[in-house]
């Protein structure tokens, strides 16, 4: 019993230790500026992304003979979800900092 005792107090100690240590990697790298300038990108590449996608597909349809813009309006479709959401991450992440 008092081995068991020992060694979850141990265990808890590493994790606390290993939580500061993240925490202050975190706060090291996402600094206002850092988390400013990727939330920028990401909400503009995103909402780029979006226009240039749908342009893409309209090409497409008059083009009938074109394959390029059918798999990029698609790539660029896709891509701007996954953008616009890391870009209001970071955008979460300058709140935070305040």
């Known amino acids: 019993m008092v081995t068991t005792n020992s060694t979850s ?3 808890a100690q590493s994790t606390d230790q290993t939580r500061m240590r993240r925490r202050g990697l975190r706060k090291a790298l996402l600094t206002p500026l ?3 300038v990727m939330a920028s990108i990401g909400m503009f590449g995103g909402i780029s992304a979006l ?3 749908a342009m893409c597909v309209v090409f497409h349809g008059v083009l009938k003979q074109d394959i390029l ?3 990029v309006g ?3 479709l896709i891509i701007a ?3 616009i959401l ?3 991450v970071f955008l979460d992440e300058i709140d ?3």
């Open 69 to 71: 813009f059918s798999q």
């Open 81 to 83: 979800i996954p953008m």
């Open 34 to 36: 850092v988390c400013s």
């Open 86 to 88: 890391l870009g209001s």
């Open 74 to 76: 698609t790539v660029l």
């Open 96 to 98: 935070l900092r305040k």
């Open 51 to 53: 226009f240039a996608g």
């Open 9 to 11: 107090r141990r265990l």
